[in-house]
């Protein structure tokens, strides 16, 4: 390898560190609803900043318990195996998700501002 082709090399790898730094700064922060999706079907959307129970009726019959409290979603209680989800932190930042891959269930937080100008 030249030696211009490790300075080429040297300067993308800066330029995407910068760009992944960049995008991370913009899309972070404490989101305002929550978007609760089966399989690639919306399922229902709750706001974060109201106390709420849902049970998620999953695919194949699976549920999971959907709490909403103090700013933060949590599944509480899931008819998975592996229960992965229930052990997973609570989420409340744009872009944060709990997966229950054998319900097919995915919880996401994101920014009701920014699904207004979709």
Not at 44 to 67: C, P, Q, W
Request: glycine share 8%.
């Amino acid at each position: 390898m030249k030696r211009q082709d490790l300075y080429l090399l040297s300067f993308l790898v800066v330029v995407i560190v910068i760009f992944l730094w960049g995008y991370q700064l913009l899309n972070h922060g404490a989101g305002d609803e929550v978007v609760v999706y089966v399989g690639e079907e919306e399922q229902a959307r709750f706001s974060l900043e109201e106390e709420t129970k849902f049970v998620i009726e999953g695919k194949e019959g699976g549920k999971n318990d959907l709490e909403i409290h103090d700013g933060q979603a949590d599944i509480t209680e899931a008819s998975c195996p592996d229960q992965i989800c229930v052990h997973q932190k609570p989420v409340s930042e744009i872009g944060e998700t709990i997966v229950c891959m054998p319900n097919q269930v995915i919880v996401t937080v994101e920014s009701a501002s920014q699904n207004r100008r979709e």
